[in-house]
């Protein structure tokens, strides 16, 4: 049975009908618990199973978690983590914490998740830093061009005690944000229809001139300006129609976006171009964090930690066995369903994008942000020292082998 076939079994309407009686949160939180085809006999039995455990006892704590427009089956494709972290709190603190999921848009969206959290509106938020750096500047710390060179680099970065000390605690001093766990990819340039008929794409210089749609991430348009890949900001809801008219060449995410987000019927090739992060993160508003008591506060982190080591494995296998991310490409996976072909560019021309405009070799173009955010986080050189942290792990090591630290403690 095929990966869609699977994830479509139950349907909108159905899952409106369990979730009516047993709650949504209930519902979502059953539905991630399956792996791949359920009924809606199941799934009734699987909800009405976690409703009575997350019942048994009244909480201490509700909070409400908006997740942008992530659900039950597209976090089977981007391995987030969020609905992973909310049942292992909820276990965790036997039903101490309760989490209250709102996914698909209905509370906040990727650009305004981060407000609404820290406005109290909502209490924990899942959306890509890049997206949220509008609300929360400091998050474009992550953003510096061929800072990482590779989701290793990456992963080993958030479990070093350092990122306490250069993103966690800035982050959460200037924009009352406590930074959990997040998702690790590299993003490229994702070309729509209008490439479908063009030979892959093998060199940086035919991207050169293209038309891109951009994120929040004030740095990631330095770096799409530098290689000169035109960075326009098109609304997320309006780049799919834009993708498939041709209105645009490309837009600038992630492999796994482009799957989860159902944008792969518009999308011929993935160029992986790795030029600046792509992290899908989660976050708690900090004065709920501190409201909480100590030994909730532990399993807070705790449950961050475990979500963390997760998203690592889960999501390097989603990567090859669901979204098709790989080389070769293995079949029956959502690109491979929707022809979506992988560019994996040499190591040369890597370099030579690299050369164009990351810091290390065209400083002067990030002087001014550079200086902000240095600024911010009290002086330190916030690009040089996450640079050295990403370069104490080799640069092909495998993602799934970096060791999980608890970033908490030195």
Known sequence: MKLKENLSRISRRDLFRVAGRFGMSSTLLAAGSFGGAMSLANLGSAAESTYDKRFAKKAKHTMKFGASGFNA??????????????????????????IEFVG????????????????????????????????????????????????ASQYHFLYSPESQRILRDPYEKRHGLKFLFSHCELRGIQLGLKWQDAPTVTKLEELFGTKNRVTGTQLGRIAMQALNLNPVPVAWEETLDGLKQ????????????????????????????????????????????????GELQDAVLESSYWTQTHVQAANEAALVKTVGHSDPQLPGTI???????????????????????????????????????????????????????????????LPENVEPRRWWKS
């Open 73 to 98: 089956r597209n976090l089977l494709i981007e391995r987030a983590g969020a609905l992973e972290f909310a049942r292992d709190l909820e276990s965790r603190t036997d039903g101490e914490i309760r």
């Open 104 to 151: 698909d848009n209905q509370i906040c969206g990727q650009v305004s998740c981060v407000e609404k959290a820290q406005q109290g509106i909502i209490d924990i938020y899942a959306a890509s830093t890049q997206n949220s750096a509008g609300g929360a500047p400091y998050l474009n710390v992550l953003d510096y061009a061929y800072m990482f060179p590779g989701r």
């Open 246 to 293: 041709g209105l645009i060449d490309g837009a600038e995410t992630w492999a796994s976006a482009v799957a989860y987000a159902n944008m792969s019927p518009v999308v011929s090739q993935s160029v992986d171009l790795k030029f600046f992060c792509g992290t899908e993160h989660t976050a708690m508003n900090s004065s709920i964090f501190d409201s909480l008591s």
């Open 335 to 397: 690109f491979a369903q929707n022809n979506v072909r992988n560019a994996f560019l040499a190591d040369d021309q890597i370099k030579m994008a690299e050369e164009m405009c990351s810091p290390e070799f065209q400083p002067d173009l990030w002087t001014d942000w550079r200086e902000r955010l240095n600024k911010w986080a009290g002086g330190i050189d916030t690009y040089q020292e996450i640079y050295d942290i990403a370069r104490q792990v080799p640069a092909d090591m």
